[in-house]
């Protein structure tokens, strides 16, 4: 069962019998979690008192915490319900700013460093043998941890996903965060997949974005060409050209590859609605079977948006090819 929390001063409260609805979402270009709750507003004495305030920590859970966040805003509206909108511990990555200077550090050393810097606990952070060699200047400290990320992206050739969890910020190989979720009805019976509560599939196919060859230019040169012919037979050429930096030169065969990795192939913008599954979150990849649209495979989850009402967990993905 989802239960809700309110700690303030070290106290933990249990405010779930005082809920209206809970959402909680998650997008592939943001870098956190956000969740909205409402409370029940009554001025009769007998009513349960309201502990939540602005800077309060939120915990939602479910056997294990799924969500712990920062009540940032909070709505009254006359004699009605009270709204509050609270974010993981991201929130001030995105809020902040900061000037950085990395001379040949490991990416992962040059991450923990911002995190430890704004207090931000480290729950795990895989390896990532990049070295980083930038100043950034009065950037937005997610922009420049997502920059740090694309750049080991480009050279290593491997997705990492940044997620927070009880309170921690992990980044672990997106290849190693695939969902086979399932959904239980009561304690005492067996779980069923999730997909079997689909609803709602949409599934659009488009080659408007598809670039089939990728060129890479260094002083007006052509280093690195990579292309797929089956799709230039199929499709025509469509190219990209690239300008590099001479610290990117050495790599460049591998920033072509993963270029023609991300953009060589039909783009697909799919959505659907199920049964929801606290373990489902943007960036994860999902495996779904869907036969009327013909959505089947591994995808990467764009988005999750979850909704908790009258005790029916529900969720809306939007999916990409993977």
Known sequence: MHQLFNISNNLQTNITPMLGDIQWRSDINELGEQLDFNIAFNDDRYFPMNPVDIGNIISLTNEEEIFRGIVVSEQRNGRGAVSYTSFDYAFYLNKSSGIYQFNRVPAKKAIETILKDFEVPIGSITEIPTIINKIFNERLISDIIKEIITIAEDEQGIKYRLEMKQGKLYISKQEDLIIKAAFKLADNIQPYDILSSISNPSRKRTIENM?????????????????????????????????????????AKNIAKKKLEELGKIFEDNSLEMIGNDNVRAERIIEIEEPITGITGQYLIKSANHTLKNGIHRMQLTLEVK
């Not at 002083?219 to 690239?242: C, F, P, R, S, T």
């Open 211 to 251: 670039k089939n060859s990728i060129k890479l230019v260094f002083d007006n040169k052509v280093i690195a060409q990579e292309k797929k012919n089956d799709l230039i037979d199929k499709y025509g050429l469509l190219q990209e050209v690239k300008t590099v930096d001479k610290k990117d030169k050495a790599q």
